[in-house]
T-cell receptor, first 112, second 114 residues
C-alpha cells in the first residue's frame, strides 16, 4: 500500500543553518507529493508541492524535488530562521478517493 | 475572507457528554475532511465527504458521526465523550478539478475531555 516515511524529530538548528528533512514514499502509480507546515497553535498549510517526477516545488526559501528513482521528496532550506520553527509534514496523494497519506511529522526548532 | 473555518476553537467538556464541531469552507470545494491530531502531532483521517456523500470512513468509533448538510459544511458530532477523544480536530477541503488533491485546513478545534 501507499506510505510515507519521514525522519524523526525533533530537529534543532541554529539560525542560518542548512536544513534537510528526509521524506521517502511508497506508492503505486504517480502520486502528487506535498510538504505541509504547522506553526505552533495553527492548522496545517501547504508549503510546497510537486505533481510529477523531477518537478521541484519551492516556497519561502524551501525546496523539494520529486525523485522517482529514489522515491524521495526531501525538504531543504539553505538558511533557516527562528520563524521557521514548526512541524513539517510530508504527504502524498494517490488513488481516486482524494485521500492524503501523511508522514508522522518532523518538529523543527531554530534557535537564535 | 476566511477559507476554512471551524467552531468552536476550544471545547472543554466532561466525559459522557455529547458535543458538535462545525466546519464551513467558502472556497467552492466539493470535498471536505475531518482529521484528528493527537498530542504527538500524528494526523489521522477520520471522514471525507464529496458533494455530501461519504467517501472515506476510517476505523472510527460509532460515537463519531459526520453530517454534511451541503457541500460547504461538514459537521462532526461526538456522543458519549471519552478521555481518549481529547485531541485537536481539523477540518479540511479540496477542490474538484485539482488532480493533486491539495487540501486546505481550518485552524483546528482543541477538544479537552475531563
Amino acid at each position: 500500500g501507499n506510505s510515507v516515511t519521514q525522519m524523526e524529530g525533533p530537529v534543532t538548528l541554529s539560525e542560518e543553518a542548512f536544513l534537510t528533512i528526509n521524506c521517502t514514499y511508497t506508492a503505486t502509480g504517480y502520486p502528487s507529493l506535498f510538504w505541509y507546515v504547522q506553526y505552533p497553535g495553527e492548522g496545517l498549510q501547504l508549503l510546497l508541492k510537486a505533481t510529477k517526477a523531477d518537478d521541484k516545488g519551492s516556497n519561502k526559501g524551501f525546496e523539494a524535488t520529486y525523485r522517482k528513482e529514489t522515491t524521495s521528496f526531501h525538504l531543504e532550506k539553505g538558511s533557516v530562521q527562528v520563524s521557521d520553527s514548526a512541524v513539517y509534514f510530508c504527504a502524498l496523494s494517490a488513488g481516486n478517493n482524494r485521500k492524503l497519506i501523511w508522514g508522522l511529522g518532523t518538529s523543527l526548532a531554530v534557535n537564535p | 475572507d476566511t477559507a476554512v473555518s471551524q467552531t468552536p476553537k476550544y471545547l472543554v467538556t466532561q466525559m459522557g457528554n455529547d458535543k458538535s464541531i462545525k466546519c464551513e469552507q467558502n472556497l467552492g470545494h466539493d470535498t471536505m475532511y475531518w482529521y484528528k491530531q493527537d498530542s504527538k502531532k500524528f494526523l489521522k483521517i477520520m471522514f471525507s465527504y464529496n458533494n455530501k456523500e461519504l467517501i472515506i470512513n476510517e476505523t472510527v468509533p460509532n460515537r463519531f458521526s459526520p453530517k454534511s448538510p451541503d457541500k460547504a459544511h461538514l459537521n462532526l458530532h461526538i456522543n458519549s465523550l471519552e478521555l481518549g477523544d481529547s485531541a485537536v480536530y481539523f477540518c479540511a477541503s479540496s477542490a474538484v478539478g485539482d488532480s493533486s488533491y491539495e487540501q486546505y485546513f481550518g485552524p483546528g478545534t482543541r477538544l479537552t475531555v475531563t
